[in-house]
Nanobody, 126 residues
């Protein structure tokens, strides 16, 4: 079992940057693919970024491609989401998620992830 906790959210002006951190408990973090999702008020939870267990494969939603970067440090049981050039439409609660598997295939759907953190709020002002 994996427990996840996100941090690093906050209020930032448009054009600014934030780095979200997701820290996992458990000794098998490196066996999990990880993802970041977000949910704005009144909207469904949507995919943002994903990374394989080894970190050698990543992918992004079109809306954040070129602005966000996902990375992980298995020695620290941590996955990051660096967010640059933030826009007001990036405002949402951001969640990290874990899915067991050591393949190179990325996972983009909410139902493919087993464990979720409680989320961290990101607010981008215009």
């Amino acid at each position: 079992q994996v427990q996840l906790v996100e941090s690093g959210g906050g209020l930032v002006q448009a054009g600014g940057s934030l780095r979200l951190t997701c820290t996992a408990s458990g000794r098998t973090f490196s066996s999990y693919a990880m993802g970041w999702f977000r949910q704005a008020p009144g909207k469904e939870r949507e995919f943002v970024a994903a990374i394989t267990w080894s970190g050698d494969n990543t992918n992004y939603a079109d809306s954040v491609k070129g602005r966000f970067t996902i990375s992980r440090d298995n020695a620290k049981n941590t996955v990051y989401l660096r967010m640059n050039t933030l826009k007001p439409e990036d405002t949402a609660v951001y969640y990290c998620a874990a899915s067991y598997g050591t393949t190179r295939f990325l996972k983009f759907n909410v139902y493919e992830y087993t464990y979720w953190g409680p989320g961290t709020q990101v607010t981008v002002s215009s």
